[in-house]
């Protein structure tokens, strides 16, 4: 059976510990957001296991991926990035593995597999990243374009790409943006950090057009309108402004879906005649008590929404699903999936079933 989303990004093996404040102090990092590693950053990868640092299977869009094969059948959704050929590498497949994920990475025999140190401070409530992307900064288009590889691309009917992507493999996403244009397919992004639209700006320009449905959070809305000179700090109208951009398939409406963290989704439908909506969706709050840490929970949200819309589900219940996904991920070290299925289940005839 062909796998109906086909997921790119950045394959990494996270490195995670909860870390006092002084330990974001002596990186220079803020307590929530995500930067590559320089060469002056890479001490900390080995400096942050004195605080009992655990190895999880990550990656924003492996995460995601997990996440929407989690709500998906078996055998949906196909995963591409670049690993090395080492044991970290070995330990991303086993875990995608146990969740139900395949795997189509492209393998560069000497360079590390990347891997992100995730700094967890405020008792589980913020989570910095700094990331050494290593063989994931290796990604070709060419791989995407073997006839194994690109036999999913036609066969998947939706995409999904990581916003970190952008500073890897440009190519690639337009490739994927121009078959789902050409061919009505819905392509999906994430921004994934403020830092790109920031600093890669052109790149995310480039592939905006192909964008159907993107996501991003708060923080990443208020980067965008002020490397685009937006000239406003409301996210709903810096919602609208993304909305209304030029658009390569003209017979799909785009969608832009802001989170903000406890606060309620905003989401902007442009249609296909340029007519602009708005909605916001209210998340139900969780203790303070109950999280555990927040690293992967927009993952966890794109993971539940994009693979409802791909099992078919309405918007709605698409949200909905997103964020409940996203609920449990905080309350577990990292969006560990497998473990959902001993904690809960999510039934749409018990809706808001995750206070």
């Not at 969706?281 to 993971?303: E, K, L, Q």
Request: proline share 4%; hydrophobic share 40%; charged share 20%.
């Amino acid at each position: 059976m062909p796998f109906s989303l086909l997921c790119l990004g950045n394959p990494l093996l996270d490195i995670q510990a909860n870390c006092p404040a002084e330990f974001l102090e002596k990186y220079g990092l803020k307590a929530n957001d995500a930067i590559l590693a320089e060469e002056k950053d890479m001490p900390i990868f080995e400096d942050i296991l004195q605080y009992d640092a655990k190895y999880l299977a990550g990656g924003a869009a492996q995460n995601t991926a997990r996440g929407a094969q989690y709500v998906l059948p078996a055998d949906s959704v196909v995963y591409c990035g670049c690993v090395g050929e080492d044991k970290f590498a070995d330990m991303l497949r086993e875990a995608n593995k146990k969740e139900g994920l395949f795997n189509a990475y492209r393998v560069e025999k000497d360079i590390p597999t990347g891997k992100c140190a995730v700094i967890v401070t405020q008792n589980g409530a913020a989570r910095s990243l700094v990331t050494d992307l290593s063989a994931a900064n290796h990604y070709k288009v060419e791989h995407l374009k073997t006839p194994e590889i690109w036999k999913y691309v036609e066969e998947a009917s939706t995409y999904y790409v990581g916003g970190f992507h952008l500073t890897v493999c440009v190519p690639a996403i337009l490739a994927l943006g121009e078959h789902a244009a050409a061919n009505n397919k819905l392509f999906t992004m994430n921004m994934s950090a403020p830092f790109l639209c920031q600093f890669f700006k052109d790149q995310m320009d480039s592939v905006a057009p192909y964008w159907d449905i993107v996501i991003g959070n708060e923080s990443e809305a208020a980067a965008y309108a002020e490397s685009h000179n937006l000239g406003t700090t409301d996210v709903t109208e810096i919602a609208k402004a993304i909305a209304v951009l030029p658009k390569a398939n003209t017979k799909r409406p785009r969608h832009v879906v802001i989170t903000q963290g406890a606060d309620s989704t905003v989401v902007v439908t442009a249609d296909v005649t340029g007519v602009t909506s708005s909605k916001v969706y209210a998340i139900n709050p969780i203790a303070a008590s109950d999280i555990v840490d927040t690293n992967g929970a927009g993952d966890s949200f794109a993971g539940g929404f994009v693979g409802s819309l791909v099992g078919g589900k309405s918007f709605d219940d698409s949200i909905d699903v997103g964020h409940w996904l996203a609920s449990w991920t905080v309350r577990l070290n990292g969006p560990a999936y497998v473990l959902f299925c001993s904690l809960t289940q999510y039934t749409f005839a018990n809706r808001k079933d995750y206070v």
